[in-house]
């Protein structure tokens, strides 16, 4: 089957740390992205993995192993403004069609 | 470079009606994918046209359709609707949107159905 899963709600401080997991059944795709949708917003790109291994854009860096058929997208030195739900998304060889896993919630606190 | 558009932002219609939404692309942007959004199945591939042409579609009934012009704008209709139709919609534009994986959705518009 073609599916991403992704845990639901989680919640931190300003200043630290989240990981976003994001495990996948499927074979065939281009590759791993991550977007970023704020309250009544529209969904933003934020990092893409084509290959396996991390890719760092400032404060946010995101890692695939296909082989493990999983990603993560690492949020550092948390700010208020990263309150927003965090899908990740694969494209699928063969059509053109993103498939979003469920999304994350990432409530941060002062 | 103006983003995604999307119109009208906001609509409300009722049961057995039917509904067209716009998406306007980004200048140069000639793929646009539509999606649903709802908080119990998160967003959903609908269709996704090219140069005139739907090449993807999503698993919807075909009471959803779509269609884009020439210019790239693009529109989808619903018809007979339904309250489970009540959503987010959301298009998505990018270049040619093959390999590549960066699209760039507009604000949505949200349609409810009493």
């Known amino acids: 089957g073609q599916s991403l899963e992704q845990p639901s709600e989680v919640t931190a401080v300003e200043g630290a740390i989240v990981q976003i997991n994001c495990t996948y059944q499927?074979?065939?795709?281009?590759?791993l992205s991550w977007y970023q949708q704020h309250d009544g917003g529209a969904p933003t790109f934020l990092s893409y993995?084509?290959?396996?291994g991390l890719e760092e854009t400032g404060r946010f860096s995101s890692f695939l192993s296909r082989s493990d058929s999983y990603g993560y997208l690492l949020l550092q030195e948390l700010q208020m403004k990263d309150s927003a739900s965090y899908f990740c998304a694969v494209k699928y060889y063969g059509n053109n069609r993103l498939a979003f896993g469920k999304g994350n919630q990432v409530v941060v606190i002062p | 470079k103006a983003g995604v558009t999307q119109t009208p932002r906001y609509l409300i219609k009722t049961r057995g009606q039917q509904v067209t939404l716009s998406c306007s692309p980004i200048?140069?942007?000639?793929?646009v994918s539509w999606y649903q959004q709802t908080p119990g199945q998160g967003l959903q591939f609908l269709f996704e046209y090219f140069s005139e042409t739907q090449r993807n579609k999503g698993n919807f009934p075909g009471r959803f359709s779509g269609r884009q012009f020439s210019n790239s704008r693009s529109e989808m209709n619903v018809s007979t609707l339904e309250l489970g139709d009540s959503a987010l919609y959301l298009c998505?534009?990018?270049?040619?949107?093959?390999?590549?994986?960066?699209?760039?959705f507009g604000p949505g518009t949200r349609l409810t159905v009493t």
């Open positions: 200048s140069g942007h000639r793929s």
């Open positions: 499927t074979s065939g795709f281009y590759g």
């Open positions: 998505a534009s990018s270049f040619t949107g093959l390999s590549g994986y960066e699209q760039y």
């Open positions: 993995n084509a290959l396996d």
